[in-house]
């Protein structure tokens, strides 16, 4: 029973899918390949390329990013506070200034 369940496939959103013909497949992930994945998921939707490249240079986990609030993002400091569940301890991650500038961006077109 427990092999029927890990056989299930569980696709991507389609917005985070890219054409696998332009990736190596049979190697790790490449700097490349995540340059290729940002750059079509800011072709597409700016607010899913600026959560996944979040993700990408922070080390942040899903959970924390989610708890994340703008009040606790400090754009000319490049860092980010997080106050995560009860399992982990708050702590600051920081990100480039080129990021914070992109950040900085979203946050000021964010709809309120």
């Given at each position: 029973?427990?092999?029927?369940?890990?056989?299930?496939?569980?696709?991507?959103?389609?917005?985070?899918?890219?054409?696998?013909?332009?990736?190596?497949?049979?190697?790790?992930?490449?700097?490349?390949?995540?340059?290729?994945?940002?750059?079509?998921?800011?072709?597409?939707?700016?607010?899913?390329?600026?959560?996944?490249?979040?993700?990408?240079?922070t080390g942040?986990?899903?959970?924390?990013?989610?708890?994340?609030?703008?009040?606790?993002?400090?754009?000319?400091?490049?860092?980010?506070?997080?106050?995560?569940?009860?399992?982990?301890?708050?702590?600051?991650?920081?990100?480039?200034e080129g990021?914070?500038?992109?950040?900085?961006?979203?946050?000021?077109?964010?709809?309120?």
């Amino acid at each position: 029973m427990l092999k029927e369940k890990m056989k299930k496939t569980i696709l991507l959103p389609q917005i985070l899918t890219i054409q696998l013909d332009q990736i190596d497949t049979g190697s790790p992930i490449s700097s490349s390949d995540i340059e290729l994945i940002l750059s079509n998921l800011r072709q597409k939707k700016f607010v899913h390329y600026i959560l996944v490249k979040f993700l990408f240079l922070t080390g942040a986990t899903i959970s924390e990013l989610i708890n994340i609030r703008i009040a606790n993002v400090t754009i000319n400091k490049s860092k980010c506070f997080i106050i995560p569940n009860e399992k982990l301890k708050p702590r600051s991650i920081y990100f480039d200034e080129g990021f914070g500038k992109e950040l900085d961006r979203y946050i000021l077109n964010y709809p309120k």
